[in-house]
């Protein structure tokens, strides 16, 4: 299994940029999806997720009306649009797959069985 996060880099605080995640080697749609982040010399903390279908998503306080998670199953992918960017933002950005049927919750780095490398945002004041 492979997630391949990119699209992350340097923005002003107020921008917007579109992170993505290409999938191989699972069966896709049979797996919600998360994007986690974690800023330096904190704990890797939940942003935002999407079901296996794409008919539920979840989103952490601090981003929600900000950001906006979304999936295509025909392609594998699942996107992450950042607007009103600010500097708490400011994180390596993790996506990863949890298998839709097993116990545990979304909001959890412990129900993710698969992690992609990491894709660097820093947001400029």
């Known amino acids: 299994v492979q997630l391949q996060a990119s699209g992350g880099e340097l923005v002003q605080a107020g921008g917007s940029l579109r992170l993505s995640c290409a999938a191989s080697?699972?069966?896709?749609?049979?797996?919600?999806m998360g994007w986690f982040r974690q800023a330096l010399g904190k704990e890797r903390e939940f942003v935002a997720a999407?079901?296996?279908?794409?008919?539920?998503?979840y989103y952490a306080d601090s981003v929600k009306g900000r950001f906006i998670i979304s999936r295509d199953n025909a392609k594998n992918t699942v996107n992450l649009q950042m607007d009103s960017l600010k500097p708490e933002d400011t994180a390596v950005y993790y996506c990863?797959?949890?298998?839709?049927?097993?116990?545990?919750?979304?909001?959890?780095?412990?129900?993710?069985?698969?992690w992609g490398q990491g894709t660097l945002v820093t947001v400029s004041s």
């Open positions: 999407v079901g296996w279908s794409g008919g539920f998503t």
């Open positions: 080697g699972l069966t896709f749609s049979t797996y919600d």
């Open positions: 990863a797959s949890k298998y839709a049927s097993s116990k545990g919750s979304v909001y959890s780095t412990r129900g993710y069985a698969y």
